[in-house]
């Protein structure tokens, strides 16, 4: 209502300013002359209005102090070209993007392999009076199986990546259960297979479930740990066992989800350690190992992660993760500058 | 007969230095003016003044033709709006600058009896109530109340609609008014007349 009136008295304002200088239209000249003819306010505010502008127009005009003419035609100087501010935005926001789901990738496959190491130490902890208070029981078995079967069937990243960035209500159906199914089935193959990767696997889980053997906060119930037994012939047989092995801890970390407290605490624990342990794994092993350990963090990379363990000619596909971000990262600062370039010129240009 | 505008810029961008120099002839009076009027200091006006020249010189190309009036005062104001706000940057300086500010040379000519009235302090405080305006009301007012152009033309030169220089330069006015009232006793009869009737009835 305020705004409303705040607006008709700036309109009857333009309108007595735009008539001092008969810049009206026929139209608006009549609304002018009733409103003064009812009005002793508006008859007075265009006389102040006129003798503002009457003095004003009495202001001298100055005397160039010389001639602007030139002695010669001046170079033609280099202007550089600059994006628009909505260009630049809209990259900057882009390469934001990229950071932010890059981080976000590395995180939650960094947690993956926390919990991927962390399921180790159940075995050699008994401790799991935590972790039945956040996993139901038969929760966790019907959803046990229902990923098993679901697991080696999705080699695709895109459910991968669908799946680790699930909300609620997808992560309820992603069980507790494969995860601990992870490390065992790892261990199996390891131990069967002499083959180089699957030592390699064994070698990063266990090197990272020693930073987690402290810290055995979020222990699956022991009902979990039976399914995974049940489950885990299975996907021993299967050519992609490895497959589940790498989702597993993505259903960690959906069990995560369902006890948050628990999950950000580990979270902010066992992020710096894991990362450093899987780095350090890196370098002491073979450039084969890199990839395996490299592969691991980012889930839509599974796929690619199976190829390197199939096929042992294949074995530098991996993507430089840290350099990506660093990239985006640079990308993002220098394109807000850009930005910000940007908006200064607008600014300018405006007038 | 002088050669019409469109002739001489053509010539100008073919590299005939004497005909963009008939231009500058033609402008630098206004020009000067309108980046005085927004800068309030001559000496800036006149550095300014000669960089539109410069500037308009090399970008001839980017004339599309219109009014070349508007497009060379928009150089100027946009110009002048760039000088105010890097001056705005150093306060300590603009401070000083405020309280000493060299009054403006007015040629002498033949003084009216309104132009004698109008003379030393008043034109000083003109100026400065102009000084006062935000610098978009500013620049509106410059060009429309001091330089007189239509508001077709001021809109052409701050690149807005028509609109948008009815509306500025009527916030402008009214904030002149405003701060016009504050010294009244140097103002003219005419408009201390108004101040004493507000005053009566308020």
Not at chain 1, 203 to 212: I, K, R
Not at chain 2, 58 to 73: I, P, Q, T
Request: with cysteine.
């Amino acid at each position: 209502m305020v705004r409303l009136f705040g607006r008709a008295e700036q309109r009857r304002h333009e309108l007595l300013s735009a008539y001092v200088d008969g810049e009206v239209t026929a139209e608006e000249a009549r609304e002018v002359e009733e409103l003064l003819a009812d009005s002793e306010d508006a008859r007075r505010e265009l006389a102040e209005l006129q003798a503002t502008v009457d003095l004003v127009q009495l202001l001298p005009e100055l005397e160039p102090p010389r001639s602007f003419a030139l002695d010669a035609a001046p170079k033609k100087r280099w202007t550089l070209w600059w994006p628009s501010v909505r260009t630049t935005g809209l990259a900057t926001s882009v390469a934001a993007m990229l950071l932010v789901g890059l981080v976000a990738g590395d995180m939650l496959n960094v947690l993956e392999q926390a919990q991927f190491g962390g399921d180790d130490s159940e075995y050699a902890s008994d401790d799991s009076a935590f972790a039945l208070a956040d996993a139901p029981e038969p929760a966790v078995q019907e959803s046990a199986a229902a990923v098993a079967m679901d697991a080696p069937a999705s080699p695709e990243p895109e459910v991968a990546v669908m799946r680790s960035v699930a909300g609620q209500e997808e992560s309820a159906q992603a069980p507790a259960a494969p995860a601990a199914a992870a490390p065992s089935m790892a261990r199996i193959e390891s131990s069967e297979e002499p083959a180089p990767a699957a030592a390699m696997q064994q070698d990063t889980a266990e090197a990272a479930s020693q930073t987690d053997e402290a810290e055995s906060s979020e222990e699956p119930p022991v009902a979990m740990r039976q399914a995974v037994v049940e489950e885990a012939p299975e996907a021993m047989e299967a050519p992609t066992a490895q497959d589940t092995a790498e989702q597993a801890p993505q259903a960690m970390e959906s069990q995560s989800s369902e006890a948050p407290e628990a999950a950000l605490q580990q979270d902010m624990t066992e992020q710096a350690p894991e990362a450093m342990e899987a780095q350090s794994s890196e370098a002491a092993e073979a450039p084969r190992q890199q990839d395996t350990t490299e592969q691991a963090p980012l889930s839509s990379q599974e796929v690619q992660a199976d190829e390197v363990f199939d096929d042992p000619d294949f074995d530098s596909v991996a993507l430089p993760l840290a350099e990506l971000q660093i990239f985006a990262a640079i990308l993002a600062i220098v394109l807000s500058g850009a930005t910000l370039v940007a908006v200064r010129r607008r600014r300018r240009s405006v007038l | 007969m002088q050669p019409d505008e469109p002739q001489l810029v053509d010539r100008s961008r073919d590299g005939d230095l004497s005909a963009f120099n008939a231009i500058v002839e033609r402008y630098q009076s206004q020009v000067y003016n309108v980046s005085a009027r927004i800068l309030g200091d001559r000496h800036l006006a006149e550095d300014v003044a000669q960089e539109t020249f410069i500037k308009a010189h090399r970008s001839l190309n980017g004339f599309r033709g219109g009014s070349l009036r508007a497009w060379l005062l928009r150089i100027a104001s946009n110009l002048s709006l760039d000088a105010t706000r890097s001056r705005k940057r150093r306060p300590a300086e603009s401070l000083e600058e405020a309280g000493e500010r060299p009054g403006f040379f007015v040629p002498s000519e033949g003084p009216g009896p309104e132009q004698e009235a109008l003379r030393g302090e008043l034109r000083e405080t003109i100026q400065e109530c102009i000084m006062s305006l935000p610098a978009d009301q500013r620049a509106v007012v410059a060009l429309v109340d001091v330089q007189g152009l239509s508001y077709d033309e001021a809109a052409e030169v701050i690149g807005s609609a028509v609109g948008t220089v009815k509306s500025r330069l009527a916030r402008g006015r009214r904030r002149l008014r405003d701060s016009l009232m504050e010294h009244r006793e140097l103002l003219p009869a005419q408009f201390r007349q108004i101040d004493r009737g507000r005053a009566s009835d308020g």
